[in-house]
């Protein structure tokens, strides 16, 4: 941002406050919990200044690092922060471009008014420039095209409803945030008392940022950029509003790829990039007008102007000290060796070598207790610390402990059909009530539990009396328990269960015909294949990684094996070999037929969308490489043959 401001021929320390107040935005600081949204918004100046100098220059060659950084946006792993940062290329270039053209006119009267848009369109330049911004979305198709197979098998599939993407909207209240980070009180205390997401809503760039950013076009109106941020600004918080003006409906319905998102208060990176790059434009400009006669900023500090120098240093220090002392709040700080350890349960599972999955019951119940005991995270953080004994939902994966269920997922709604995630219950919700103090589950609940390879629970509360559990202990306000009730991760079954689709599979669940450890929903039958009401046999599971799983099997008859790892598209099964199909059974699990005898099975995670997408990639980036490195050897070629000639 810093190397931005300057190519926009900002004063050195006004580019400097530029820097700073991005980087401790709001947006940045309130997302530090998001890691893949603030690594791709961190590309956004850097894309900036490359399309900046390559106008400015006329020089194409910066267009291939603008590709390949916007590719690198997609790979952060964000894509609406990608998006986001698209729509605001697209309108950039073209408008930078035409405003070139226009100083060009003014100052050596070369093409005419009429020409500028045609110009436009005939530029090797602006075609450059489309071509970089396909090819650098296509570096990213490796995971983009994955990522597309995955929404289309999850609830956002063909978009998301309006409602859905506006909910949790942008409290108009928070509008005053940008003077004062706590005019709706400190959430980190529990006093926040705004109607939204505190940490969605937050854009604090520091008061004085905010206020040289408005002093910008009262002072330079005339000056492109200035304009260009002052639009970018009002209208990325117009659409930040949501629902709560006509503008983010409209967006919503008619510009393609809206409709994937939920969260328009995301576009506060648009507003706080824009809140920068006018307070150092506005800066500059000050320094400009009272203290060098409206010269350009560089011939002010030639000139040794120590008023401009002393005054912006000052509002440096000030920006600093602002900056550190809110934005330094915003997220609690805990002492790393403390958390990095991991908590007491998560030691015991990990003393288990076998295949098995845990459970979290009421993560959300004990994260809310938390923040009440804690008192937001300005105080004591050791409920903080306690209450990760619980292993909620995804934080399990730092310990290498597998769950059924998770937070915050993008996941087929199948799996979200069963455990639920974030936005909707699934059925678990339906299988057990809370009487008193006490968790209270029903039969479906324990057979979830079996069929999923459920050996361990941590609760919120503590279970009546069941003949098949153990309590191993609490930890904090965390029951940890062990179930002894449960099937391996891959068993055989005989009888199969014909269901017509997900929605018949998930009533039959609570059906006493469905029994997981002698039968198997399926909705596609094999063919050839005879039922028996028993099998005799085993599985062992000889190999067992993330994209892998190797088992020996023996039965006595043709048997289904029942593998409770989830149903996806590019797995691939062998049997002695030899490919066979997989179908999806119970819902959410994956089966194979084996025929009698003993055998190898083996489940490898192959996805086509992955290898068409690597070539894609590879494919983008030889095409970036050729558009760009040809014409230049091709140019130096002639050269040479020019000296030759000579």
Known sequence: MYLYAREIECSHLASLIAGIAFCFSGFFISHL??????????????????????????????????????????????????????????????????????????SSKKPKASQSVLTLFRSRLAWSFAGTLILG?????????????????????????????????????????????????????????????????????GVVTFLLALSAPLRWWRNWHVRFFCVSAVVSYILVLGPGTPAYKLVFDYVPGMNYFRFP???????????????????????????????????????????????????????????????LRQNPIVDAATWMKPPKTAQFMKQDSSLFRMYCLGGNRAHRRMFEQARGWEGDLQPFVEQREF??????????????????????RYLVDVWGDQNRAGIITQTASIEGDSFRPTAVFWKLMRMYNVKYLTSFWPFTPERNLKLLGTYGSAYFYQNDDFLPRAYLVGEILPVADGDAALAMIASDAFAPERSVMLEAVPPNYRQAASVGGSVEVVRYTTNQAEMKVRTAQDAILVFSDSYYPGWVAEVDGSETAIYKANVTQRAVVVPAGEHRVRFRFEPVTVVVGFWVSLGALLGLLAWFVIPSLWRRSRVAQGTTGC
Not at 168 to 192: C, E, H, Q, V
Not at 391 to 409: F, K, R
């Open 33 to 106: 919990k998001h890691l893949s949204m603030a690594n791709g918004a961190s590309w956004l100046p850097v894309a900036l200044l490359l399309l900046e100098r390559a106008v400015r220059r006329n020089d194409y060659r910066f267009l291939l690092w603008f590709g390949l950084v916007f590719g690198l946006q997609h790979l952060a792993g964000n894509a609406q922060t990608a998006y986001y940062s698209g729509v605001l290329y697209l309108f950039y270039f073209p408008l930078r471009f035409l405003n070139q053209q226009k100083e060009m006119r003014t």
């Open 137 to 205: 979305s296509l570096l990213a198709a490796v995971q983009l095209i994955p990522t597309y197979e995955m929404v289309s098998l999850s609830h956002r599939s063909g978009g998301v409803t309006f409602e859905y993407a506006s909910n949790y909207a942008y409290d108009p209240k928070s509008f005053w945030t940008f003077l004062y980070p706590y005019s709706n009180g400190d959430i980190g205390n529990l006093t926040y008392t705004g109607k939204s997401v505190f940490w969605e809503d937050y854009g604090y760039v």
């Open 265 to 327: 208060t995301r576009l506060l990176l648009i507003t706080d990039a824009a809140l920068v790059a006018l307070a150092a434009l506005g800066l500059t400009r000050l320094a400009q007008q009272f203290f060098g006669n409206a010269r350009k900023s560089a011939q002010i500090e030639a000139g040794g102007w120590r008023g401009s120098f002393a005054v912006q240093t000052v509002v440096l220090a000030v920006t600093i000290g602002d900056l550190l002392y809110f934005q």
């Open 391 to 412: 292993i909620q939902p995804s934080s399990n994966i730092l310990y290498g402990i597998s769950a059924p269920s998770g937070y915050a997922n993008l996941t087929p």
